[in-house]
């Protein structure tokens, strides 16, 4: 199933209007273009949980030992520069830039861009929509970002003013210099 879009052209939701409704409808998972289009994103199987779950902890992990900065699951909310409120998978923000938010939109869809972010793309995504996204990303600031295609057992990894690099899942992902000796190696996916 695609991501439904519901067109805003009749009305306008400020953002603490929209904040206000993502948590009154909590089962659900929005986002928001820059066009101001609400998007509910379809769940996901457990299949793609489990990778998110484990792309998650090896960030969150990698994290606390260096303590470089702060991690994000996929329920945390981002409003862009260009208006948009963008959930990736997975996102970590350099922590002197984290700590210079204020705490009050910390507590809300925190206005930054994270300096890297991780999509996954699950049976019910458009890998043509995803890289879309990750451009996105790009344009709004992001350094370094992973689009992970467990089902073609491929990763897009987008940096500001570069090609896309495709690389397959026998090649080891690295933070480059964005995450100092973080990797990622996905040889463990052919047991799944």
Known sequence: MDTIVLKTEAFTLT?????????Q???????KDKEQNILIMSPT????????SLVNSLLANWNLKF????TFDSNS???LPNGSMRSPDAAWIKRERYLQIDIYDRKKFTHICPDFIIELKSESDS??????????????GCRLAWLIDFEERKTYVYKPQRDILELSFHEKLTGEDVLPGFEMDFTFVDEV
């Open 67 to 70: 303590r470089l900065g702060f």
């Open 77 to 79: 909310g981002f409003t």
């Open 45 to 52: 199987g457990s299949l793609s949980g489990y990778y998110n």
């Open 127 to 140: 890998l043509k929509q995803l890289k879309l996204k990750m451009e996105e990303w790009l344009e709004n």
């Open 25 to 31: 409808n909590r089962e659900l998972r929005f986002e």
């Open 15 to 23: 953002e603490e209007e929209f904040f206000n409704f993502c948590q």
